[in-house]
């Protein structure tokens, strides 16, 4: 993606073929700042403080992080360490412990000298394969945009949730891989970004990441989307997700349900754009996924631009008040249009997943 | 209401009967103020600064504007400049124009040296008036909770959105009425408190609310209640209305249609608690009701308490970024499972209000 005129994706290597590169995301929307990791410690520290985020972003993280901690010592002893040092960095991430066990896998058969290159390569490649189902999927999503093309020029409307961008994957993203595509196929698009509280990523991140591609948004609350479309003004939902049931139930950020009830009521169709990868084929259907509570003071506290331009966390509720804070919600498959996957777009049910996932049946 | 043990109604007349006492309710939650108005600027003042909100308190706090702008002179002119100042406060409000010209047509026709006194009564009259009605709703409203009331001993669980509280009348509220005599009667309650974005009016004022009267509640956001409900852990919602049309629909703080569907879809009871004074017998049904759109920095910014204990404004989207910040939404009065009045429940419909109101047939 492009950012003041340059390409960027959220990982890279650096000229020197050994520090990798990131954005980071904690400064944004107010700054845009790039930083270096050196050290496997670097790596585990941009995960758990968050400067990366987002499920394949976690995870091309932590293989580079196992590059970078066998760059001086390529032994078993150390492999172990390194890894078990990622993993530990977000224990939750899915992704995380997927990434540095492929990379294991990959790289201990091997001996000591070919190991670090080895590595490096597996890396680039967990990246590369990010991009390339992420811009597959945006290419079949943008299909179901320009469906809704109107012949008197007027841009589709189309609302998400959260931030399933660019900054959540290596590049393209999910959610708004389809936009960004129909906007590079000049189909005038313009976007109901909601804010998407507790952690506002839809104001912080998916305003930015629409801002800097200079495709027309407006930031809207998390109470507004079923209004709008109420009046018209939604001609459809695209939204990320956490994880996919293999019913075709949706595991996505909190809210995420109370929009895709709107649109049902509303007769606007709603989809959910994933990576197979988010697919979970031993869960039967939504019910049986742990919803995770989150700290409240992510609900007490916001966080923002101070009118010194200084980020500051200011506190919203009286000190007596405590918050309750989960992070995701189920959305049931009775309520999804279709999935837009890697392979195409499905509905959301056994079947439909079995049709473009044949080899899971 | 009982604040630090001692009793407040959000407007009353002062010691030496002519000044009149208010709760600045824009230092709330993180400070409670009240403040002296001695002239009727003052009242003009508190009024337009939102020093106090709500309709039923805008009209209250402009009668007795009325009274303080006619202590020194009575006469005709001094009224109708008395009058007009007050009334362009806030132009859009109802309330606030209704009890302004009830004033006039009570105050004119007396001789001059009977009108101060007259005033100062009426006042007083229109805020007993609020306080009655508003306890009655909460009477019928609290058999909603009962009826709801566990053997096991464990709370009622209700959701509200928004500030629908005493801070929004003179005493008691309107949705919070019956939490408020359910919790009197020892009918053990919890309260789900949406933040209610983008003015907060939840974590700044229902909170608050709720925590003086040390009644049970958590803070969550407004994409919160859909889960909660999915999980069982909501018994009923109730919320106010700021305009009722006569089928029933209800036009309420943006979000409201949201929550509506979400308690349909898990067979919650929604309730909406109004005095019959928001009912416009004039409107056909809700999609006739103009909807504000309110200014976009409501959205951008957010205020609060910062590390250093005074209250800041933080922005929480990129500077280029536009918002679109609509006020209310109109929830169908299909989603709706009674309303809550002075004279009972009834169904939203308008049959249902008619067998309440038989005088609009």
């Known amino acids: 993606m492009q950012v003041n005129g340059q390409a960027y994706r959220c990982i890279w290597l650096e000229d020197d073929g050994r520090r990798v590169g990131i954005i980071d995301q904690?400064?944004?929307?107010?700054?845009?700042?790039?930083?270096?990791?050196?050290?496997?410690?670097d790596a585990?520290?941009?995960?758990?403080?968050?400067?990366v985020r987002g499920a394949p972003l976690i995870g091309a993280t932590a293989a580079y992080g196992?590059?970078?901690g066998l760059v001086a010592d390529?032994?078993?002893?150390?492999l172990d360490e390194v890894c078990a040092k990622l993993i530990q960095a977000r224990p939750t991430a899915v992704n995380l412990r997927w990434a540095v066990e492929k990379m294991r896998t990959v790289i201990a058969p091997l001996p000591?000298?070919?190991?670090?290159?080895?590595?490096?390569?597996?890396?680039?490649?967990?990246?590369?394969?990010?991009?390339q189902v992420n811009e597959s999927l945006g290419t079949h999503g943008m299909q179901l945009i320009e469906k809704c093309r109107k012949d008197d020029g007027q841009p589709v409307n189309i609302l998400t949730h959260c931030n399933a961008g660019w900054l959540a994957t290596v590049d393209w993203g999910t959610a708004l891989a389809p936009i960004f595509k129909a906007h590079e196929a000049?189909?005038?698009?313009?976007?109901?970004?909601?804010?998407?509280?507790?952690?506002?990523?839809?104001?912080?991140?998916?305003?930015w990441e629409l801002a800097a591609a200079g495709i027309d948004h407006h930031l809207i609350v998390d109470n507004a989307g079923?209004?709008?479309?109420?009046?018209?003004?939604?001609?459809?939902c695209i939204v990320g997700t956490d994880r996919t049931a293999a019913n075709g139930d949706v595991c996505n950020k909190i809210g995420t349900y109370l929009k895709a009830l709107a649109a049902m009521d509303n007769a606007v169709p709603f989809y959910v754009a994933l990576p197979s990868s988010t697919i979970d084929w031993t869960s039967g259907n939504g019910t049986e996924i742990p919803i995770e509570e989150r700290a409240e003071d992510e609900v007490l506290l916001v966080s923002g631009k101070g009118m010194d331009g200084v980020i500051h966390q200011v506190r919203i509720a009286p000190d007596q008040t405590r918050a309750a804070n989960p992070a995701f919600d189920v959305t049931p498959a009775r309520l999804?249009?279709?999935?837009?996957t890697e392979r195409g777009t499905c509905p959301a049910s056994r079947d439909g997943l079995l049709s473009l996932f044949p080899e899971h049946r």
């Open 226 to 236: 079923g209004h709008l479309m109420q009046h018209g003004k939604v001609d459809l």
């Open 74 to 78: 390529c032994s078993d002893t150390r």
């Open 66 to 68: 196992v590059c970078l």
């Open 336 to 340: 999804i249009t279709g999935l837009i």
């Open 26 to 41: 904690t400064k944004l929307p107010h700054q845009f700042v790039t930083q270096s990791l050196v050290t496997v410690d």
């Open 112 to 131: 000591l000298g070919q190991r670090l290159a080895r590595a490096y390569a597996e890396a680039a490649m967990i990246c590369d394969e990010d991009v």
């Open 44 to 51: 585990v520290l941009a995960i758990s403080d968050m400067l």
């Open 186 to 207: 000049g189909i005038p698009v313009h976007v109901w970004v909601d804010e998407t509280r507790p952690r506002n990523q839809g104001a912080h991140l998916t305003a």
